[in-house]
């Protein structure tokens, strides 16, 4: 099993910042996927930002591209979300996910974190 620990949500005015982090219990070196999806009420769950194919890509969500950053300390085993100029469009449910893959044949597994509230109103 992996445990993904969120922390950084919180209440923030427009145009503001917030950096989400997620600590993950396993190394980063089996890593096959991870990233940020968000969820706001109403909606279907979103990916935000992503790392694929063990690293060879990161993408972005149209709507964020521009104010957010997905970086990661592998030695901390820390996946973080810098986000900058918040809209109230960004209010959601973020959810830290982190696809493993833990042998040279194995399936990968998909592990969620328990999600953080980002609030954007004035």
């Known amino acids: 099993q992996v445990q993904l620990v969120e922390s950084g949500g919180g209440l923030v005015q427009p145009g503001g910042s917030l950096r989400l982090s997620c600590e993950g219990s396993?190394?980063?070196?089996?890593?096959?996927?991870m990233g940020w999806y968000r969820q706001a009420p109403g909606k279907e769950r979103e990916l935000v930002a992503g790392?694929?194919?063990?690293?060879?890509?990161?993408n972005y969500a149209d709507a964020v591209k521009g104010r957010f950053t997905l970086s990661r300390d592998n030695a901390k085993k820390i996946l973080y979300l810098q986000m900058n100029s918040l809209k109230p469009e960004d209010t959601a449910v973020y959810y830290c996910?982190?696809?493993?893959?833990?042998?040279?044949?194995?399936?990968?597994?998909?592990?969620w974190g328990q999600g953080t509230q980002v609030t954007v109103s004035s």
């Open positions: 996910h982190m696809q493993h893959i833990f042998s040279v044949e194995g399936s990968p597994v998909d592990f």
């Open positions: 790392i694929f194919s063990g690293g060879a890509r990161t």
């Open positions: 396993r190394s980063f070196r089996s890593i096959n996927a």
